[in-house]
């Protein structure tokens, strides 16, 4: 008798994911893994050179990527990005939702374009991919949508009322889709991390790193490449009977 084969579960060659928010932090952590497990990773990010940069990366590693500029805030750009994957790669299995808006915001100093800013890149954009994608995943037999939450969605915060409301809001949808396209065989599930070593978070400086770290019960900041593990387990095979879940990754900030 064989036993089982780990590498068989998490491999995903000849796969073709798209990957927003792909030029870098945890979003090209999440490229690289899975270009690393074989597939090939529609790099997309607002930025043409920035996609073109993660491709380089992503390539220098072994991988197979293409570098599409999309704004996740204009619904022309985000059906363009998966008619041109699906005309230059031929299919689509998986869809990563993680190009996100950081916009810091309080009751106190609420903007209508920033709260309108936010919601359209945040919340709008990933429902808006997720059904320009839906015909072309519905042709995989292993479709998989993997939504990037946040624990600023979990729990409140004194600064992130429009990103943490957006990020609460895409766990809804979700479970929702989640719900809607389990019997058309696409699974759809979110990881929500915590206080990860990104851009946004530094800017924020050194306090609010600090009192992050304080915060978790590992007592650190993740790197973004601590993000690869789960990202690929629920792209992949390996998560084959899991759908509607959110995997909480923040060090036991939430615990």
Not at 7 to 34: H, K, N, Y
Not at 103 to 130: C, H, Y
Not at 226 to 239: K, N, Y
Request: net charge negative; hydrophobic share 45%.
């Amino acid at each position: 008798m064989s036993g089982p084969n780990p590498e068989q579960l998490f491999d995903m060659t000849d796969r073709v994911a798209i990957v927003t928010g792909g030029s870098r932090g945890l979003g090209l952590s999440i490229a690289r893994i899975l270009a690393g497990a074989g597939a090939r990773v529609v790099i997309a990010s607002r930025k043409r050179e920035a996609c073109e940069e993660a491709a380089r990366i992503v390539e220098s590693e072994g991988g197979s990527s293409l570098p599409i500029a999309c704004h996740m805030g204009e619904p022309d750009q985000i059906r363009r990005l998966v008619e041109e994957t699906t005309a230059q790669c031929g299919r689509l299995d998986c869809v990563v939702n993680n190009a996100a808006l950081g916009l810091r915001m309080r009751l106190a100093d609420f903007d209508e374009g920033a709260w309108d800013k936010t919601m359209s890149v945040n919340l709008r954009g990933p429902i808006q991919l997720m059904h320009a994608a839906v015909p072309h995943l519905e042709q995989s037999d292993a479709a998989s949508i993997v939504n990037i939450l946040s624990i600023g969605g979990i729990r409140g915060s004194q600064s992130l009322l429009g990103y943490g409301s957006a990020k609460a809001a895409l766990e809804h949808a979700t479970q929702s889709v989640a719900a809607e396209l389990g019997p058309r065989g696409i699974r759809v599930n979110a990881i929500a991390p915590g206080p990860f070593r990104t851009d946004m978070l530094g800017s924020g400086g050194a306090a609010l790193e600090a009192e992050m770290a304080s915060k978790t019960l590992l007592g650190r900041i993740a790197e973004p490449d601590e993000i690869m593990g789960v990202a690929l387990f629920l792209a992949s095979r390996a998560s084959s009977f899991v759908t509607g879940a959110v995997y909480v990754v923040d060090g036991g900030v939430i615990a």
